[in-house]
């Protein structure tokens, strides 16, 4: 048995010595590679995802109010910002919310009086 475990050793370890840049490689590039992407920004996190949304949704709550502001008053052209604020309170509650979103109040008024 002696006789032949060794060259069975000797077959692994140069295996072993062969390969073993290749693992080291492949280990650290598991490592490190999620790190990396995670710096240079390829990875989208959660928060980033749900300010966007949040974004997406006050824009599209201030073209609404807008346009509902704009048909309840008789004034069509720009407005001051007092007025503006005014019916932006009024009008940016949407259809079945409990509150009104003050984000969308101030893109509603930026709207109003741009």
Excluded at 55 to 71: D, G, I, L, T, Y
Excluded at 77 to 84: E, I, V, Y
């Amino acid at each position: 048995m002696a006789i032949n475990e060794k060259p069975r050793a000797d077959r692994l370890r140069n295996r072993w010595d062969r390969n073993r840049p290749i693992i080291y490689a492949l280990g650290i590039g598991m490592m490190l590679g999620p790190l990396v992407s995670s710096f240079a920004g390829y990875q989208v996190r959660s928060s980033t995802a749900e300010a966007r949304v949040h974004a997406a949704v006050v824009e599209q709550q201030a073209q609404f109010c807008e346009e509902r502001a704009r048909a309840a008053t008789a004034e069509t052209g720009r407005l001051d910002w007092n007025r503006g604020y005014e019916l932006a309170r009024q009008w940016a509650r949407m259809p079945g919310a409990a509150s009104v979103d003050s984000d969308a109040v101030q893109a509603c008024v930026r709207r109003l009086t741009a």
